[in-house]
């Protein structure tokens, strides 16, 4: 059943709308549950010009191309946010956070013809990349 | 509209399933949407003993009573995925994932009695701990 949410949830309006309506899914609730099994890729980029503001612009374009790449469930393309704690880690210029729905899923992502172009054609912009690629418990 | 669309989404499960019958909001396309504004607060966990499940256990538990401060929009608890290249950190034990709607909430949580109580009951758990809090460009 949570299975089946879910992919109602992201693949057919009509059928989580109506279930919606008829009380079945809480979607308040449901937007704050683990989803079993699930995949968090999320990257962070040390830009080679960290002031260059057009540097960063154009990792960001590159970024927003690999959007479209078919089983990603959510992509966020992030920037440091003001908040200053020690155990807070700063130095990076651009964060890029992808769910996808298993390790495998991930993998298509990663040989994606689109996905190989964005590194050619822009990893020369990058100093470092720090990757934490994590599944829910 | 965008936002209120969100506030919708995440409060209004009738609105929500309404406009969704009324094809207003193509669910699939919103779940890969950038969120303006939005707080993404991911932790990353390197544990004292770090081979210990009875640790990581307690720690989980721990972060499981975090979820129910109020404005968290979503809470995932992870651990390191089999994937390895060099780019990847794996050598923290747990991941902490949430999303605020913006740097007020991502503070009141901050502040909230049952994270500070968490603070006290469960840090001495780990060793390390490394935040990146960003927000959508």
Not at 16 to 39: E, T, V
Not at 88 to 106: A, T
Not at 117 to 134: G, H, P, R, T
Request: proline content about 4%.
């Amino acid at each position: 059943m949570k299975k089946l949410s879910r992919r109602l949830f992201l693949g057919n309006t009509t059928a989580l709308s109506l279930a919606g309506f008829f009380g079945l899914m809480p979607a308040a609730d449901k937007s704050k549950q683990n989803k079993k099994g699930d995949f968090v890729h999320h990257v962070y980029f040390w830009l080679k010009n960290p002031e260059s503001a057009a540097d960063k612009a154009k990792l960001i374009e590159g970024l927003t191309t690999l959007k479209k790449i078919k089983p990603i469930r959510l992509a966020r393309i992030g920037e440091p946010a003001s908040t200053n704690r020690d155990v807070i880690e700063r130095g990076y210029q651009v964060s890029w956070l992808l769910f996808f729905d298993n390790l495998e899923d991930q993998e298509v992502y990663q040989k994606h013809p689109v996905h190989l172009k964005f590194v050619e054609n822009y990893s020369n912009l990058w100093d470092k990349v720090i990757v934490y690629d994590s599944v829910d418990v």
